[in-house]
């Protein structure tokens, strides 16, 4: 800055100089623009500070929502897998099992001269439990009594839906002819019970997602007791 009175000598050459003399007034006027310069750029400085923190939080909550929204995709996308592993894709057997029924008609002997006949609907459930059809082959259900066997219906070959039931209902006709003198019919004769066995095997494939196959196979093992007062069925049990 130049004072009052102040000369300014500038050398072009050693042999040539320029000196430069300057107002009071050119002093003054340059020293109110290098002090509203300086005013300006400080005013102008936290403005941009501003800007610049303002951009900076902008950015860090959109990579929050990026890293958020990838995360939750990420965990959704592995639920998913999971689900489809240990869900859909886990094959099942069949549950191939009897339901309650009712008794048409029941004769029955004397403790003495022991015999019974019977008929009766009897209602086979197929509990496909699979997220994929079950199709079976034809089988044969048999019916004993103290081990002997008293007759069989036969089951054709179909199909049991994913996640459904499929009812089959047979009409059977039952006697004791078949039994040996032997048996204890007598005794149950006298307790007012009879009791039968029902025996099956159901073999078929599992079919998930249209290409993946598996065979499994379904046993039928059930007890069932009949009143002989009451002519209905007392207890059913199936394993």
């Known amino acids: 800055m130049f ?3 102040e000369t ?3 050398k072009i050459s050693p042999d040539l100089q320029i000196r430069f003399e300057r107002t009071p007034a050119e002093i003054a006027q340059n020293t109110t623009f290098r002090l509203e310069t300086e005013k300006r750029s400080a005013m102008s400085k936290p403005d941009h500070e501003s800007l610049s923190y303002a951009d900076e939080e902008a950015k860090r909550k959109k990579r929050m929502k990026w890293t958020i929204g990838i995360t939750a995709f990420v965990i959704f996308q592995v639920v998913q897998a999971l689900f489809f592993i240990l869900v859909i894709m886990k094959f099942k057997s069949p549950k191939f099992r009897v339901g309650e029924f009712s008794i048409q008609t029941l004769n029955v002997g004397t403790q003495a001269a022991p015999s019974f006949d019977m008929s009766f609907i009897f209602p086979i459930r197929i509990k496909n439990t699979n997220w994929g059809p079950f199709k079976y082959d034809a089988t044969v259900v048999n019916f004993t ?8 219906v036969m ?3 179909s199909k049991t839906n994913l996640k459904s039931t499929k009812n089959i209902d047979v009409s059977m006709n039952l006697s004791s002819a078949a039994l040996p003198s032997s048996s204890n019919l007598g005794s149950e004769l006298s307790s007012g019970v009879i009791t039968l066995n029902s025996q099956g095997e159901l073999k078929g494939k599992v079919t998930i997602m249209f290409m993946l196959k598996k065979t499994k196979t379904s046993q039928m093992n ?3 007791a ?4 009451t002519k209905a069925l007392q207890w ?3 394993k």
Do not use: A, F, R
């Not at 009594?145 to 069989?152: A, C, F, N, R």
């Open 3 to 5: 004072q009052e009175g």
């Open 8 to 10: 300014s000598v500038v």
């Open 145 to 152: 009594y103290g081990g002997v066997h008293l007759g069989q």
């Open 155 to 157: 089951i054709p070959k």
């Open 222 to 224: 059930c007890t069932m």
């Open 226 to 229: 009949i009143d002989t007062t």
């Open 236 to 238: 059913l049990s199936c």
